[in-house]
């Protein structure tokens, strides 16, 4: 398996995912030119995480974006469904109780979660809708979601000139710099493929949360969505 389609078959993802593993945190520092740090940071911000707070940071791949919350003192679950991942992560992190689950079914009891976060993750579930049910089912009644997911750029120029970095820069950099490039094409027809910022805001509310709210980062290449239950 080299790369997904854009039926994300939960095997095909899991499989492409386990197979950039290694490099993947390096990779998306170069393909993002060193913006992916200061995603991580407002992700943060938004977050928010507290001294004892159960956080559950879904998609997390490696947990490097777990890693602002643990010094913040919260207790963090870091949750993925790539093996490949998991282990990668465990190695770097031996503390952490990464926990290996599905988005569309989450392993946890109902009302765990202070606040349940998703970086990059949520467009390659199966079923986005399950999912933003799943993380709303799993937080405690007045917790927070913060989701941060590549989008669509505001100004049609930058749109324009985004998307050819996309689809024709992405590949060639990413063949010098990951494991596995096919992955990226991957990765750059399911950004193309994915709502708009009102889309996703609708599909938030549509879920049972409320206060649903978004700010663009970057010029719009990148939103992040927030809500409370």
């Known amino acids: 398996m080299t790369r997904a389609s854009l039926d994300k078959q939960p095997r095909e993802v899991a499989s492409m995912f386990d197979d950039v593993a290694e490099k993947y945190d390096l990779t998306n520092d170069v393909l993002s030119l060193g913006q992916a ?35 913040a003192g919260a207790y963090v679950v870091p949750c993925d469904f790539s093996l490949g991942m998991l282990r990668v992560g465990k190695q770097r992190h031996p503390w952490m109780p990464f926990t290996a689950g599905d988005g569309t079914k989450l392993p946890f009891k109902d009302d765990t979660f202070d606040a349940v976060t998703i970086s990059f993750g949520l467009r390659n579930i199966q079923d986005t809708d399950a999912a933003l ?4 089912r799993v937080t405690k009644p007045g917790g927070r979601v913060v989701i941060c997911e590549f989008s669509h750029p505001t100004a049609a120029p930058f749109r324009t000139v985004y998307t050819e970095y996309l689809m024709r820069a992405l590949p060639p950099v990413a063949r010098a710099v990951s494991s596995n490039p096919d992955a990226y094409v991957y990765l750059a027809e399911s950004i193309r493929a994915w709502p708009t910022q009102p889309e996703l ?28 239950k």
Do not use: C, M
């Open 37 to 71: 740090r200061l995603w991580r940071k407002e992700v943060a911000k938004a977050v928010d995480a507290r001294p004892a707070q159960k956080i559950l940071d879904l998609a997390a791949g490696t947990a490097t974006s777990s890693q602002p919350f643990a010094r």
């Open 133 to 136: 049910r799943e993380l709303y």
């Open 201 to 228: 805001a609708a599909r938030l509310q549509d879920a049972g949360w409320t206060g649903v709210a978004w700010r663009n980062l970057t010029g719009g290449i990148v939103a992040l969505h927030r809500g409370v």
